[in-house]
């Protein structure tokens, strides 16, 4: 649109500033795969001696695949809930007529902005409270909850754009208006079903302060205490196994992301068209 | 725009069309058919998950606030233990130093239960009913007295059973343990008969190992000098990321990308948006790496001559160096997708009319881009405010609030004061105050947020572009 401006001082601005981080990603994949000898950063050798902890359990540590089986429950199991939940909410507020749906709409966007983290202590005594501190159900219920605002608020959005003719014919036919809902608008959500179960899947792989918090324990661990632990321990300061396990875990991320990067975008960047 | 008329009006809409449903051709079940109940029932798990994850844990932290527990009393209740550390409290505290004395030195009470144990010891039956006659009730603060006492009996017992009797009369309670409030003043009440009330509660208070109510958590963080310097960190904190990053950087990212072409810009978005998707153990591993005395930075410099060092931690100020980036990396995404879009929204024709008039690059920025962001800088930074001074788990594996407390904010405080440090005795309490203040804040802004953009948000529906 700009024709005839020059755009290549932009992209040299912007190709410096990002040079960190694209320097830290690239070395993210290298390192795991080559050695360097001491001192520089340009590899020597191939090797795939930094891959080992796939099948050598360290003595004292989870096996990486429980942990990653425990990763895979977490952020699956508190995606589910979460697009239970936003689905059925999202729906009422965006077109049931409850009393007090104001109120409620007005609560789900205070909740969106509020930030969770602050209950963690009150969370945490609750949970050794009622048992169920260092078990992976606890955790999942606390994640959900606290992405569950998020998705109401996408998931209202969504079916707002669904023509009220469609339900207007239903009910003309006579379903109920659970019927409705079931059989003729939920498939009309289907996409931002899809788009927020990969966003929730996401949140939750990546959590790490929940986890750490309320459910530390081995058999529990997910990946990212478990990487955390790894980097913590001062007698086993590897960073290209670190960064291997690393690789390991942010693979799903990044391959969705790429996939889907257009519904993902929108999302992270707050949730609404700004 | 007043808050409450916009969600009436939105909310105007469903009800016109439930009434258009409101002569269905036939009923089935009830709920299922009525707006109402159905609303009620699909709400419903919502409901739950607030009730048990919001609501109830706001009032909690507001609880929990109000008490002392900690690792050492446990979350659950205590028992009465008469410690030298309780009773040197009694004394330091209260100000009850013959209480104390009392209580930790071992007296000898002439009582009916120590007259049993020497009846059954087979102690002459004499001496028994000499001291049951002449001295039931007496109390001796040392041995040396109880025993010269035994030895002015008119049966004269020997020595060894002088030795064998006053042993069943001593009646210390040092480092005994009472499980109720109860048993603790009966057998205190042996030793010093005359108790007040004021005693009572005292040594009831000193030696009770479970949790109370206190407001000490909040005496504690008024006065103490943590506090500021925690308070002073965390302002500085937000104020430097939200300037530098999440606003001006993330408005240079949103201007520079819209001046080149379209695909260029997006493989910089998605570099842009790389700290935002990972997580954030590895995204912080991967600049430890950058950082650490071992990594990309030091080896750089090595070949100008800089000793290697591990610049995250060297220093108070490479430390804030490191904590602001990271943080501010990832924040700057959310920026650059806002005031994007917002620059998008922006007619072209604006744009060529400028290139016509000759406006330079700058006079674009500043006359027609930057007044159409004043919004989405507010929204930004009302979102981002919150965001930061709650975000925790960037500078907690960056640098963990080091070096020596230098980059230790609020909410990192909190973590290591109720959920994790090196000591082990956590406060949980202490913690709970400290998150309450974080919890007010959070709920003013929030409702800050809502008045201010409610009408935005609700007008302008939310919605993923497919």
Same mark, same amino acid.
């Given at each position: ?16 500033? #990002? ?31 930094? *891959?080992? &902890? ?16 425990? #990763?895979?429950?977490?952020?699956? #199991? ?74 109401? *608020? ?44 990969? &966003?929730?899947?996401?949140?939750? *792989? ?30 086993? &300061? ?9 690789? &390991? ?26 | ?10 909310? %105007? ?105 020497? @009846? ?12 049951? @006659? ?6 001796? %603060? ?167 060092? +591990? ?6 100020? +490479? ?88 980059? @230790? ?8 004061? %109720? ?5 082990? +005795? ?38 993923? @572009?497919?």
């Amino acid at each position: 649109m700009t024709g005839h401006l020059k755009s290549w001082p932009f992209v040299l601005a912007l190709s410096i500033i #990002s040079a960190p981080i694209v320097l830290m990603y690239s070395y993210l994949f290298i390192d795991t795969i080559t050695n360097s000898p001491p001192g520089s950063f340009i590899p020597h050798e191939f090797t795939l001696e930094h *891959w080992r &902890f796939l099948w050598e359990t360290r003595p004292g540590k989870p096996s990486i695949w429980r942990v990653t089986l425990n #990763s895979f429950l977490f952020a699956s #199991s508190s995606c589910l809930v979460v697009l239970v939940v936003s689905s059925t909410a999202g729906y009422v507020l965006s077109r049931l007529n409850v009393p007090g749906r104001a109120f409620f709409l007005a609560g789900v966007m205070v909740l969106h902005a509020f930030p969770a983290v602050t209950l963690i202590v009150a969370i945490f005594l609750v949970l050794q409270m009622v048992g169920l501190y260092n078990s992976l159900i606890g955790v999942i219920l606390v994640k959900a909850a606290i992405d569950m605002p998020l998705g109401i *608020w996408i998931m209202k959005g969504f079916y707002d754009t669904v023509p009220w003719e469609i339900e207007m014919a239903g009910i003309a036919d006579g379903a109920s208006r659970f019927t409705v809902w079931r059989k003729l608008v939920l498939p009309q959500v289907k996409p931002g079903l899809f788009a927020l179960g990969l &966003f929730a899947f996401l949140l939750g *792989w990546s959590e790490f302060i929940l986890p750490q918090v309320l459910a530390p324990g081995g058999d529990v661990q997910v990946l990212s205490v478990y990487l955390a632990g790894l980097i913590a321990d001062d007698n086993n &300061f590897d960073m290209a196994m670190f960064k291997s396990v690393g690789l &390991f875990y942010i693979a799903p991320v990044l391959i969705l992301f790429l996939f889907f990067q257009k519904y993902l975008m929108n999302i992270y960047g707050g949730g609404t068209k700004g | 725009m007043s808050a409450s008329r916009d969600i009436v009006e939105a909310a %105007a809409v469903p009800a016109g069309a439930a009434a258009a449903s409101a002569h269905p051709p036939r009923w089935r079940a009830g709920w299922l058919n009525s707006s109402r109940g159905l609303g009620l029932i699909l709400l419903m798990p919502a409901l739950v998950l607030v009730v048990l994850f919001f609501l109830m844990p706001v009032v909690l932290t507001g609880v929990f606030a109000f008490t002392n527990m900690s690792t050492a009393t446990g979350i659950s209740g205590g028992t009465y233990q008469v410690t030298p550390g309780a009773l040197r409290e009694l004394a330091d505290r209260h100000g009850m130093d013959e209480l104390a004395e009392k209580l930790g030195q071992p007296s000898f009470v002439v009582d009916e239960q120590g007259l049993k144990a020497l @009846e059954e010891m087979g102690i002459e039956p004499a001496i028994i009913a000499d001291l049951r @006659e002449g001295h039931l009730g007496e109390t001796h %603060a040392s041995r040396r007295e109880f025993e010269r006492m035994l030895r002015d009996l008119p049966e004269r017992p020997d020595t060894r059973t002088v030795k064998r009797i006053s042993g069943e009369f001593s009646r210390s309670l040092a480092n005994s343990r009472f499980s109720s409030r109860e048993s603790l003043l009966a057998a205190a009440e042996g030793v010093d008969p005359e108790l007040t009330e004021e005693e009572k509660t005292a040594l009831v208070q000193a030696t009770y190992t479970g949790w109370v109510w206190t407001a000490d958590n909040f005496r504690r963080m008024a006065s103490s000098r943590d506090t500021v310097r925690i308070l002073l960190n965390t302002i500085f904190f937000v104020a430097t990321t939200l300037i530098i990053f999440n606003t001006a950087f993330a408005m240079l990212l949103a201007i520079t990308t819209h001046y080149i072409p379209e695909r260029p810009a997006g493989i910089f978005r998605i570099i842009w948006f790389l700290p935002r998707i990972s997580p954030a153990v590895i995204y912080v591993l991967l600049w430890k790496w950058f950082a650490w005395d071992t990594g990309f930075l030091s080896a750089f410099l090595d070949n100008f001559g800089i000793r290697p060092r +591990n610049w995250m931690l060297d220093t108070a100020a +490479n430390a804030w160096f490191f904590v602001i980036v990271i943080n501010g990396f990832v924040g700057a995404s959310m920026g650059m997708v806002i005031f994007s879009s917002a620059i998008k929204a922006i007619p072209e024709s604006l744009f060529h009319a400028a290139s016509v008039d000759g406006a330079y690059r700058w006079q674009q920025v500043r006359h027609i881009i930057l007044p159409q962001l004043k919004w989405p800088i507010l929204f930004v930074t009302c979102y981002q405010t919150l965001s930061l001074l709650t975000s925790i788990e960037q500078t907690l594996l960056a640098t963990d609030g080091g070096p020596g407390g230098a980059t @230790e904010i609020w909410s990192l405080a909190i973590y290591h004061t %109720a959920l994790n440090n090196y000591a082990g +005795n956590l406060q949980y309490g202490y913690g709970a105050a400290m998150a309450l203040v974080l919890v007010v804040i959070g709920i003013v802004l929030s409702l800050i947020y809502l008045r201010v953009f409610n009408y935005r948000a609700l007008v302008a529906k939310p919605r993923i @572009e497919l």
